[in-house]
């Protein structure tokens, strides 16, 4: 591990068993706790750009990461959480860098806006790993990326519905859709967005009537659903981006007077596949559910301890991932589930 140079806290180097530690490192500084710990120079420091906790599975996918990334496992973790916005994620990656972490990890919220900051990681000679969300820059800034196939999930979705509505001899049918979309311009939405587009195109039935950006949360999921129902008097299919977003969606579909689900008027498609999102589907309010896998902790793990032992890793590195409806034994599955 680099030995960082005195910055804000200033720098204590103190000298045991004849390896410099440095007690400045700042823990969770997202809290603004300054909490001075010893770093054993022999620990790997991290520091993960968090994009917030805007939904179920974001918590899970912190939750993966702070259990792999343990000083026991060998690390030092420096977790700074970006409530949403970019510019905190900028910030965070300019004071990991001051800080000279040995590597950085970030979930960037949005592709775009980060060519500057990686650039300045990569002058400072701080390998970057790219998890969950992909950024649009040089791939030369970030040395790999850990994510989920997001196009594959919406062309799942997309031909799940296809099945679903000829099984119940809908396939000549006028289709009316509406789709609740993550953060526009987060990888997770443009993903699920075109896959979903893909298939939709080859249904002259089926026709979209309006997206909006629910930004992956529960409240903004029920808002924009609210709008649309007032604006669509027919909606056959809604398409949510995530499951706190569908969550929100059946709250509006049900204040509304409407009905969703297996037995209702309205099919609600969803991704992610968290536990609530199993008791949505076993309670009858979601039809099928696109697992996007958030324990990306050990894998994590493993490429930084490749990339610690001079080992190269590959570009782009998968999750595995599958999706869930109410034909199948969800009770029994939900129990096996991590998140
Ligand atoms: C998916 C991830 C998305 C989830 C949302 O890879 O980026 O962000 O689908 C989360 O629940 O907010
Ligand atoms: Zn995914």
Redesign the pocket.
Known sequence: MRIKRGIAVGAALLLCGGCAVTNIQEKESHTGMQEITEVDESLIVVGFSQ?GS?????NAHTRSVKEALTEENGFYLIFEDAQQKQENQIKAVRSFILQEVDYIVL?PIVETGWDAVLQEAKDAGIPVILD??LADVDEELYTCWL??N?EREGGDAGLWLADYLEKAGRDEEKIRIVTLQ?TTG???QIGRTNGFHKVLEQHDNWEMLEMMDGD?TQAKGQEVMETLLAKYEDIDVVVC????MAFGAVDAIREAGRTCGPDGDIIILS??AVKAAFDAMIAGDINAVFE?NPLHGPKLEKILNSLEAGETVDKIQYMEETYFDTTMDLESIRETRAY
């Not at 805007?54 to 974001?58: A, L, T």
């Not at 981006?241 to 706190?244: A, F, G, R, Y």
């Open positions: 994009i805007e939904s179920d599975w974001r979930a969950d969300r994510g989920t997001a993550g987060a990888t997770a992956f981006e995530n499951d706190n991704f992610d996007c």
